[in-house]
């Protein structure tokens, strides 16, 4: 298509007009149509590797200058091979070829830069395109990931809820606290519906403040602490700049009943849990440490709270957030680093993506 629409260009070019005898239109067009033959197939070649190198190397707009040195000496480079030829089929007389070229040249340059850049800038928006395009795809793909991450930690943070060992000891040390304590069994009572609100909440952000994490979790402990007695002690240190840090909904709830679960349940004695959040160098580091048993291995399986957690970090602040666990013989420590920064900027990349929002919790560690 360039081929010919270069041929009729450069016909046009020579001041052909619709009063011009079709024959010497016919001659024109071919001789015309011989250059673009050349030109285009050469420029084609050689500019399907240089524009990318090209592009890599030098800023806009020296990239495009350079594009057209190259095309401009390209067009040069096929107006000889043209004129040769014409010259190999007897078109063109012994001692033509010098002012075939300089009359020629003039055309073959603006004609290949014309179609020449057009090409290149058509395909310079085609390779966006394709890469916007995977861009899209990929996300479209990330998104429905995070969307059966998202439901597989709402059920599971439901699951551990409704779990009968839990509401059913809850609503035992209700009944328990009625006749000697009324006012502590109305405050487990709200205790237990938050704890309910926050693992059916589906439209609320996915990231919510620390503070307001750190008042489910403590509304967790003592409903726990009502069971456990003494076997549970624990502790909450928050430096002062924590609290508005942003964090995943139900994360860190995640880790204290991580630690409840495989620290105090099982021992006669219980165990302590300290919960801490301290600031420093642009970072909040979250930990959840017990003086439990501890566990053999670190890792974290496929599908279990703490790796559901660990993944929403990833996705939520990428490579800007981490998790870990340590594991010391004499007690576990599990703890999360996110960016000190990340609330308000966190939440809106978070909001784009409401599937995140559902909530993980109820994870056991193995």
């Given at each position: ?7 009729l260009?450069a ?32 420029v084609?070649?050689?500019?399907r ?17 350079v594009?057209?040195?190259?095309m401009?000496?390209l ?15 007897g ?20 004609m ?9 800038a ?9 890469e ?7 996300k ?11 439901t ?12 009968p ?9 209700i009944?328990a ?19 309910m ?6 439209a ?12 489910i979790v403590?509304?967790?402990?003592e409903i726990?602490?009502v069971?456990?007695?003494?076997r ?22 995640t880790l ?6 495989f ?6 004695q219980?165990?302590?849990i ?8 642009g970072r909040v ?24 957690v ?24 599990v ?6 920064d ?6 809106r990349q978070?909001?784009?993506?409401p ?12």
């Amino acid at each position: 298509m360039w081929i010919i629409v270069g041929a009729l260009g450069a016909t046009f070019f020579q001041g052909v007009t619709w009063r011009t005898p079709w024959s010497q239109i016919a001659e024109v067009f071919g001789v015309s149509l011989v250059f673009p033959m050349a030109i285009v197939p050469l420029v084609a070649l050689v500019m399907r590797r240089v524009a990318p190198a090209v592009g890599c190397r030098f800023p806009f707009p020296f990239d495009w200058a350079v594009i057209v040195v190259v095309m401009s000496a390209l067009a040069i480079v096929g107006s000889v091979i043209a004129i040769s030829v014409l010259r190999l089929i007897g078109y063109i007389g012994p001692g033509e070829f010098g002012e075939w070229f300089m009359g020629s040249l003039r055309i073959s340059l603006v004609m290949t830069l014309i179609f020449g850049l057009s090409a290149t800038a058509l395909e310079d928006l085609r390779a966006r395109l394709d890469e916007r395009t995977l861009e899209l795809r990929t996300k479209e793909r990330d998104e429905a990931e995070a969307r059966r991450l998202a439901t597989e930690a709402q059920l599971v943070s439901l699951e551990s809820r409704v779990n009968p060992h839990f509401l059913f000891n809850t609503l035992n040390s209700i009944a328990a606290l009625v006749p000697k304590d009324p006012d502590g069994a109305e405050r487990m009572t709200g205790q237990l519906a938050s704890l309910m609100r926050s693992s059916l909440d589906t439209a609320g952000s996915p990231l919510v403040p620390l503070e307001e994490e750190l008042k489910i979790v403590r509304d967790y402990l003592e409903i726990e602490r009502v069971r456990f007695g003494t076997r549970l002690r624990y502790s909450i240190a928050v430096d002062e700049q924590a609290p508005k840090t942003a964090i995943p909904r139900l994360s860190l709830q995640t880790l204290v009943e991580n630690s409840v679960k495989f620290a105090v349940t099982p021992r006669p004695q219980g165990a302590t849990i300290a919960v801490r959040a301290t600031t420093g160098e642009g970072r909040v580091l979250i930990e959840v440490q017990d003086d439990g048993p501890g566990f053999a291995g670190v890792e974290m399986p496929d599908g279990h709270g703490l790796s559901l957690v660990k993944t929403r970090l990833e996705m939520i602040f990428g490579g800007r957030a981490a998790m870990g666990i340590e594991n010391g013989g004499a007690g576990t420590r599990v703890w999360m680093q996110l960016p000190a920064d990340a609330g308000p900027a966190a939440r809106r990349q978070a909001q784009r993506r409401p599937e995140q929002g559902r909530g993980t919790s109820g994870a056991p560690r193995e």
